[in-house]
């Protein structure tokens, strides 16, 4: 039997990774919020002194050191690990939300994270959270959802999601921040945001 896989793409805070995460513990099968894999990405270069527009030691910086999805804890979430490191709030600092579309814009990036997106899902039933799911990783998903919500209303649930985690953020500078993330999602020439011609969209 194959395994399950529902893709749930849509732009910044528009609530795709806790929809997937409570589907995924639904249907009692693993989530992958693919952005956590960028973001170690941004992470890792900020830990190593690189800055994240610098495309060729990024890529050599991956070359020696690859983020990778660790097998799901208790609760189904796949873990995500960098620099011998299981990563959790550190993805989500204001330094790594700045850095994260310069690195997600970058071919040889994706290039180098798709085979482990789309090797995570073939192994089990999966619902993977993102911004090219339904379009790139996951083209022949069981099930496509795109979900969209308006500036407000996402840069209050990130606002919440961020001060839950403990972390300081100015409302201001987080809207100024989402809204560039949108120009730059929509707006690179690899594997922009877009829905899934087949996604059902909420």
């Known amino acids: 039997m194959e395994p399950l896989q529902i893709a749930i793409d849509g732009p910044v805070a528009s609530g795709k990774s806790t929809v997937a995460a409570r ?5 009692h099968c693993a989530f992958l919020d693919t952005g956590a894999l960028y973001r170690a990405v941004a992470w890792l270069a900020l830990e190593r002194g690189i800055s994240p527009d610098d495309q060729s030691t990024v890529l050599a910086l991956l070359d020696r050191e690859m983020p990778g999805i660790a097998a799901p804890g ?31 814009a970058m071919a040889g990036v994706r290039e180098r994270l798709v085979p482990a997106q789309r090797a995570f899902a073939e192994k089990r039933s999966v619902v993977m959270a993102g911004r090219d799911i339904g379009t790139v990783i996951l083209p022949h998903a069981s099930v496509k959802f795109f979900l969209t919500a308006t500036l407000d209303a996402r840069v209050d649930r ?26 730059r999602d929509s707006g690179r020439d690899i594997s922009p945001l877009a829905k899934a011609p087949d996604a059902i969209e909420i």
């Open 74 to 104: 208790p609760a189904g979430r796949a873990v995500i690990v960098a620099g011998s490191k299981e990563l959790g709030n550190e993805l989500f600092t204001p330094e790594v939300s700045r850095a994260v579309s310069s690195i997600a």
């Open 158 to 183: 990130r606002l919440r999601e961020l001060e839950a985690r403990g972390l300081d953020v100015d409302g201001e500078k987080l809207r100024t921040q989402v809204q560039r993330r949108d120009e």
């Open 23 to 27: 589907l995924a513990q639904r249907l």
